[in-house]
């Protein structure tokens, strides 16, 4: 089960990345690519790959890193559709559980705010 606050903020990366990056390889992703601090109390990074069967989510919380990962074994997630071009895009908590849930639908729409 995620353990978030309701005033967690997610952040999902625009393209698919490689699943063989571990904290320190996600944390610098964060600084580099979305210039945010992947320290932040509140915040939650989300990673895909190319084939969108694994996701990757990595929060900070008061004792160090966490991972979350999920493996769809029968299927993929909904891909994410992206309206505008950045490197991140800040996302709610419903499609968070939508992206993780193996939803019906192929594809997700995401408009920032």
Sequence with gaps: ??????RT???ICSIPTDMRKGREGLATIVRECFHRDPTAY???FIFYNKKYDTVK????DLN???IYQKWF???K???PKFMEIKSCHLITREQVTLLVSNAVQSKMYIYDE
Excluded: Q, R, W
């Design 1 to 6: 089960m995620l353990n978030f606050t309701s």
């Design 9 to 11: 903020n997610f952040y």
């Design 42 to 44: 509140g915040e939650a």
């Design 57 to 60: 989510i990595l929060h900070y």
């Design 64 to 66: 160090g890193y966490v």
């Design 73 to 75: 074994d029968d299927g």
């Design 77 to 79: 997630m909904l891909k």
